[in-house]
């Protein structure tokens, strides 16, 4: 490591000279993971703790900065030549250098059903530096209170991890619901942590197993004082499906509001897909929204005054191609589909089915 | 197309192919339809095996220029300064050809992977990649062989086509394309600076800051790194990699020279008028990639040294298809040109660069009326014409 600081600088300075390519083309033919200019992971560990999820130990390359407690990053994986961005919530704590993520398989989800058929130890996957303000605060709050659902639980226990090895003396509790205990991820070593630590206070619901946890049905606010009797004055953190955080902002909604913090990001084969000529079109970088009018991207561009780089108009210099960031997209030639965060499009002959957001 | 929508009892021949293979406009409609098809069908199959076959392309490039400018290191020993150039010449080829020139087409950018992204690669020549990008991708790929659009017609230094007015200029054809060849890259790198239409004052000086700057920091880098870094590491034998570096650059300049040159330039291409594609059909516009390419016939390591341009009407058809597929497309494109009697216009690189050699030789003289220089070819068919006559009466 002290190796690998010290030769930085050197390196960069030697990009100059190693020619368009830089070092990193080079390196990279030796080892991926020595890359400088790009975040990557290598698979260590691959387990899976229940039918349909799978938990994979990642570590990252040198660039990778660290992750806070609640935060997600981007993990790239390549099925079949082409390379599929997704978000996860490490569980991992703070601090720690390798990354946890636990991923439930959809039936539809491409990525995730890659991952957890696929997935093995030596595998490198591209990955983003830490994003979202899902944060515990500084200084930690009295007490916490943790909702989740499914495989939001996942950065719940990253902060829960993060609070018990800090060696917090508050209170913490945390409302699970899952379908049943054949399901419920970390369930084995959440019944340990509670076991062991008083501070802590662990309350399940198995939605289709009346009876098998210490609560019974979907989320309720009734739920609540039973976690903590004080729960109004705990910082709250719920992640998981739209319909609990749904349940958990109503019961919220009269001026408590700033103690909640809410996440939720949903696989993009359950994105709604949109119509032609709907919802609002995003040029992220230049801040400017449009209804989306159904022409192509790059008429939707020039007629909100961006000028965005383009040739042909036709689809075949690839000079307008820039980054969808996320939303559906239409190519008009091939009149493919797509919903996958992170592709190049072309702009010329493309079109937003629903709201689609761009980079440039 | 208008004219046989205006008069629909007496249909003329589309516009676009009266000087050249007459199709009618439901027959262009339908092998633009085809070809579609065939894209269509490509599009759909991309898939790991491009992404290997690309990225071992990459390690083979990158391996052989470590090698190469490990032994030019050594270079003062001349076995090693031999098998170096070799090496970095090879590598050079395959960075600009089979990896540069096709990435940079977007025949990747399906893949997400920024190392094969189109907009972000730069290649191991004196051009920048984004000025590339813009006068290839599409000034010349949209623009094929259109006279006066077309700026690949002759680079703005050679005469390569009759509609291109003749001057005393062009009497040094010989000599600018032999110039041309060894300096390609450079050529290349002033490509988008439009010289030619600098000098007529079409275009301002002032306007193109931007790309000289461009232009100045790009090669600045390629001489830093080919003609300063490397040779210094040699300390005192540094003249042996120096001249290893020059001798590389220039082989590949030569051959990316002739393989370009044979894409479009041999006997029997066909060039196009501004008028006559305004307002292009798709089917068209494939017509026009299709007459205006010329294909060069050889084994799997020519292809890929050439970059795949062997397949250069395949690659004019299906510009971002990766350039792999090409051969087995031609087999497609070769049917339907035969079904539509269009040329499908394929030789040997020594005989489609001979062909480009005399039209390069050919052209440095003003046509008069008749076909060849210096008017013989139209005092020839007088006395042919004279001849007949006299033998008729």
């Known amino acids: ?360 | 197309m208008t004219t046989a929508t205006a008069h629909p009892t007496a249909p003329e021949p589309p516009r676009v192919s009266a000087s050249h293979i007459p199709l009618t406009a439901e027959q262009l409609q339908r092998f633009g339809e085809e070809m579609d098809a065939i894209r269509q069908r490509v599009l759909a199959e991309r898939g790991q095996s491009d992404v290997d076959y690309i990225r071992a392309v990459i390690r083979a490039q990158r391996g052989l220029e470590a090698a190469g400018r490990g032994l030019l290191w050594a270079g003062v020993f001349p076995p090693a300064w031999l098998a170096g150039t070799a090496a970095l010449s090879l590598s050079k080829i395959l960075d600009n050809m089979e990896i540069g020139h096709n990435v940079m087409h977007g025949q990747y950018e399906w893949t997400n992977d920024p190392k094969l992204s189109g907009k972000r690669f730069e290649w191991d020549t004196a051009c920048p990649a984004d000025q590339w990008r813009h006068s290839h991708n599409y000034v010349h790929h949209t623009h094929t062989n259109i006279v006066g659009k077309d700026r690949d017609i002759g680079y703005g230094i050679l005469r390569m086509s009759k509609d291109q007015p003749w001057s005393p200029y062009y009497l040094g054809n010989p000599l600018w394309a032999t110039l041309l060849a060894l300096f390609f890259e450079y050529g290349v790198a002033l490509h988008d600076l439009e010289v030619e239409r600098l000098a007529t004052g079409e275009i301002d000086r002032s306007e193109q800051r931007e790309l000289r700057e461009g232009i100045r920091r790009k090669v600045g880098r390629q001489a830093l790194k080919d003609y300063v870094f490397f040779p210094a590491l040699s300390g005192p034998f540094f003249v042996f990699p120096l001249a290893g570096n020059a001798a590389a650059n220039i082989v590949r300049n030569v051959w990316a020279f002739t393989i370009i040159f044979c894409g479009h330039f041999p006997e029997g291409t066909h060039e196009f008028s501004e008028e006559e594609t305004e307002e292009e059909t798709r089917g068209e516009w494939y017509y026009r990639q299709l007459l205006g390419s010329a294909n060069l016939s050889g084994g799997p390591l020519f292809h890929i040294l050439a970059g795949n341009l062997g397949f250069q009407i395949e690659h004019h058809l299906f510009p971002d298809l990766p350039a792999r597929r090409y051969a087995e497309i031609s087999v497609e494109v070769q049917e339907a040109c035969e079904r539509y009697g269009l040329p499908y216009n394929v030789g040997p690189l020594h005989r489609q660069f001979g062909s480009v050699v005399r039209k390069i030789c050919r052209l440095a003289l003003p046509e008069t009326e008749g076909r060849g220089p210096l008017g013989l070819g139209a005092a020839s068919r007088r006395l042919g014409g004279l001849a007949k006559r006299a033998f008729l009466r």
């Open chain 1, 1 to 360: 490591m002290a190796l690998k600081l010290a030769l930085r600088p050197r390196l960069h300075a030697l990009d100059t000279f190693a020619g368009p390519h830089g070092i990193d083309g080079y390196l990279e033919q030796i080892d991926p993971l020595l890359v400088r200019g790009e975040c990557r992971a290598e698979v260590l560990d691959v387990e899976r703790p229940t039918t349909e999820s799978v938990t994979l130990t990642l570590r990252p390359n040198g660039v990778w900065q660290g992750c806070r407690a609640g935060q997600f990053v981007r993990v790239a994986v390549e099925i079949d030549g082409v390379r599929h961005e997704r978000c996860y919530s490490p569980a991992s704590r703070e601090g720690r250098r390798e990354i946890e993520i636990t991923v439930k398989r959809h039936s539809e989800g491409l990525v995730s059903g890659f991952l957890f058929e696929r997935a093995r130890a030596g595998m490198v996957f591209g990955l983003s530096q830490a994003e979202g303000d899902f944060l515990l605060p500084r200084p930690r709050p009295e007490s916490v209170l943790l909702i989740g659902g499914g495989s939001g639980l996942t950065p719940l226990v990253a902060i829960l991890r993060t609070l018990l090895a800090e060696g917090y003396d508050g209170r913490i509790a945390l409302l699970h619901y899952a379908p049943d205990p054949e399901r419920a991820i970390y369930r084995e070593e959440l019944a340990r942590l509670a076991a062991e630590r008083p501070g802590f206070t662990l309350l399940r619901s198995y939605t289709r197993v009346p009876g098998a946890g210490e609560l019974d049905g979907h989320f309720s606010p009734a739920h609540l004082p039973e976690a903590d009797p004080c729960f109004a004055k705990a910082e709250t953190f719920a992640c998981g499906p739209p319909s609990l955080l749904d349940a958990v902002r109503g019961a919220w909604a009269n001026g408590l509001e700033r103690r909640l913090h809410v996440e939720s990001f949903l696989p993009p084969s359950f994105a709604s897909v949109g119509e032609d000529g709907e919802g609002a079109v995003r040029f992220a970088e230049s801040g400017i929204e449009v209804e989306n009018s159904g022409a192509s991207l790059l008429e939707q561009a020039e007629a909100a005054g961006l000028r965005p780089a383009y040739g042909c108009r036709m689809g075949i210099c690839h000079t307008c191609t820039c980054r969808k960031l996320s939303g559906t997209h239409k190519n008009l030639i091939t009149g493919e589909v797509s919903s996958a965060p992170g592709e190049e499009i072309q702009l010329c002959v493309s079109t937003a089915l629903g709201d689609l957001e761009v980079e440039i």
